[in-house]
């Protein structure tokens, strides 16, 4: 088994993890949060050093990663769940969970297989017209860079999550293609602090940098 943390300790520069929790606030601030209600229970799949779940608002916040490292991040407010991501169903009771998100995770799964059963068990923990929010690299748009990191294993492409998520009867509300540029460690310059936010509002940036999509979809 990969040593998640020892990968990312090497992958990320103490400045860099810095400048990440920065953009994630930001992110989280200007961008993510029209998604999600103050009252929702969201859960972060996969949620490792917990930039998302830290910086979002909402009733209940839950991080679910296998890493133990997590439960040291989480702030006070999250619930943190160490386990593995693939079945969401044997963590959550059905129907009970407004808002999953999920961002740069399923490429790290073992193969489609875990991607297909990740996205129908999601779906069974959602309640009714909960939401399902994925921010994910393409391999299109990033080309061979995709394999440039370690652990990542699956080839993904919009188009297919799309066919994934019809396929188990998820309505898709929002698309954002391209969205953000492919990783924080590149230096280009919409992702350092001072910047993201002019960049999530100048949509002609995304077509240059942008590497990675997002959407929003919802349990019918």
Known sequence: MIDVKKLYNSRFSSFERVRKEKLWKILCREFLQKFIHPTDTIVDLGAGECEFINNIHGQKKIAVDINKHTQKLAAKNVQVITASVKK????????????VFMSNLLEHMENKEDVFRILRETYLILKPKGRLLI??????????????FF????????????????????????????????????RFLPLWPQLLKLYLRIRPLHFIFGKQFFLCASKA
């Open 135 to 148: 921010m994910q690299p393409d391999i299109k748009l990033v080309g061979g860079a995709y394999w440039d």
């Open 88 to 99: 969401p169903r044997s963590l959550f009771d059905a129907n009970s969970i407004d808002v």
């Open 151 to 186: 652990d990542h294993k699956v080839p993904l492409t919009l188009a297919s999550i799309n066919e994934a998520l019809r396929a188990n009867d998820y309505t898709i509300s929002y698309t954002l293609y391209p969205f953000l540029p492919y990783s924080t460690k590149v």
